[in-house]
C-alpha cells in the first residue's frame, strides 16, 4: 500500500513569497476536500455503501439506497460527495452511479486487507473526542478508552486487515521455525489483545498450543471470549488485567503484542515483565508503529501526519489518563529498541512487511 504527501509546500526562509502563499492555500482547501472525503468513506463503510455498490451495475439512487436499505435523501448526498471526489462514477443521462472496480478494491470488505475505508474510520472515531482533548490542551490529563465510542470494534477490525490477514504468510515466517514449534504445541500470550482477532485465529490453525490474552478493557475481553466461544475453542483464554502491575505474564513460548506497547500505562514496566516471561529459547514478536523516535527524520515519513494525529487524539491521552508517560504512537524505532535493550532482551531485529506501511515488526529474544 503506497501513500503519497505534498511535499511542495516548504515555508519560504527569507522574503514573503506570495506564490508559496497561494499553493498553500490550494493546499489547504484541496485538504478540506481530502477530510470530507475521509469522513464519507468512513460512513460508506459503515453503512455497507460500497459494498452494496461494488455488485450493482450502474445504478439510480433510490436502486442504491434500496438495495443497502437506507434513506435515499442521505444516500444522493452522500453519492454526491463520492462523484465529485471522483470516487462513483455518475452518468448524468441515464441518472445512475457506478463505483468502479479500481475504487471498490481498496473500499469494500471484500478488499480486505487492503481497503482504506476501515482506517479511514479512525478520524471520526477520534474526532468525536475533540471538546475534551481542547480541555487537556488547556488543564492536561487523559482520557480512558471507554471515552472513545466503537474504538475496540474499529481496531479489531484495523487488525483483521494487518495482523490477521499477514499472519501466516508474512508475520510468523518473521521467526524462523515459529509456525512449526505452534504446530507442535507452545505456550503463547498476547499483551494487550483488544479483541483477540489474532489470537482467536492463532488458535484455530494451532489446536496443540495454548493462547491466552491480556488486556485492561473490559468490552475487548468479552469480545474476544464471545469469539473463542462461538468459534468452539477450548485451547483460548482471555483475562482482564493491567498489565503495568505484573512483575511476570507467566512462562511462555511465544509472547506478541500487536500495537499494544506504546499506549500503555508503563510500557517499559511491560517490557521488562515479557522478558522475565520468556522460557528459554521463547521469543518476543512486537508490532508497533513505524517511525523514528525524531521528528525530523519522518518528514518523508509517507503516514506521518496521520499517525502523530491519532497520536494526540487517542494513543497519548489513553496512556496519560492511566498514569502513563504517554509515549504516543510515534515513540519510534530507536527508543523502541533502547527499551527493549534496557528490559534484558539480548538480540533485537526489525523488520518492515510490505503490506503494512504503518508498523514495523520487533523480534526479541
Ligand atoms: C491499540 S490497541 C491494540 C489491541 C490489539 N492488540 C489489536 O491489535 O487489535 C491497545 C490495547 O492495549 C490495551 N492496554 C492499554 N493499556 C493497558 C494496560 N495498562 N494493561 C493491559 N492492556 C492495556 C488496550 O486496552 C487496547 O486494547
Request: with cysteine; proline share 5%; hydrophobic share 45%.
Amino acid at each position: 500500500m503506497a501513500l503519497a504527501i505534498d511535499t511542495s509546500v516548504q515555508p519560504a526562509e527569507t522574503a514573503y513569497d506570495s506564490r508559496q502563499a497561494e499553493r498553500f492555500a490550494e493546499r489547504l482547501l484541496g485538504a478540506l476536500n481530502e477530510a470530507s472525503l475521509i469522513a464519507m468513506t468512513s460512513i460508506g463503510h459503515r453503512t455497507g455503501l460500497f459494498d452494496v455498490m461494488a455488485e450493482m451495475p450502474p445504478a439510480t439512487v433510490a436502486e442504491i439506497a434500496a438495495r443497502a436499505g437506507l434513506v435515499e435523501r442521505y444516500v444522493r448526498e452522500w453519492l454526491a460527495v463520492m462523484v465529485t471526489s471522483r470516487v462513483v462514477v455518475y452518468d448524468a443521462e441515464t441518472a445512475t452511479y457506478r463505483l468502479p472496480a479500481e475504487h471498490a478494491a481498496f473500499l469494500t470488505r471484500a478488499a480486505t486487507p487492503d481497503n482504506i475505508a476501515v482506517t479511514a474510520q479512525m478520524i471520526p472515531l477520534t474526532a468525536r473526542v475533540e471538546d475534551a482533548i481542547i480541555e487537556r490542551f488547556r488543564k492536561g490529563g487523559g482520557l480512558h478508552y471507554h471515552d472513545y465510542p466503537r474504538f475496540h470494534e474499529v481496531m479489531a477490525e484495523d487488525s483483521g486487515q494487518t495482523v490477521v490477514a499477514a499472519l501466516f504468510d508474512h508475520i510468523l515466517p518473521l521467526v524462523p521455525g515459529l509456525a512449526g514449534r505452534l504446530e507442535n504445541g507452545i505456550d503463547v500470550v498476547d499483551a494487550g489483545c483488544g479483541s483477540g482477532r489474532a489470537l482467536v485465529t492463532l488458535a484455530e490453525r494451532f489446536p496443540k498450543s495454548r493462547f491466552l490474552g491480556l488486556d485492561l478493557c473490559a468490552e475487548a475481553i468479552e469480545r474476544g471470549r464471545e469469539a473463542a466461544r462461538e468459534k468452539g475453542l477450548a485451547n483460548l483464554h482471555f483475562e482482564m488485567r493491567d498489565l503495568s502491575t505484573e512483575e511476570t505474564l507467566g512462562a511462555y513460548d511465544l509472547v506478541t503484542a500487536f500495537d499494544a506497547v506504546h499506549d500503555q500505562k508503563d510500557p517499559q514496566g511491560l517490557l521488562d515483565a515479557v522478558a522475565r516471561s520468556l522460557k528459554p529459547g521463547g521469543v518476543f514478536l512486537m508490532q508497533d508503529i513505524a517511525g523514528s523516535s525524531r521528528l525530523e527524520k519522518n518528514l518523508d515519513h509517507p503516514p506521518a501526519p496521520f499517525l502523530y494525529t491519532i497520536s494526540c487524539l487517542h494513543c497519548t491521552p489513553v496512556s496519560l489518563a492511566q498514569g502513563g508517560p504517554g509515549l504516543g504512537t510515534m515513540w519510534g524505532e530507536e527508543l523502541a529498541m533502547a527499551m527493549l535493550e534496557r528490559a534484558g532482551f539480548r538480540e533485537v531485529t526489525v523488520e518492515r512487511l510490505p503490506h503494512d506501511p504503518f508498523n514495523a515488526y520487533f523480534i526479541a529474544r
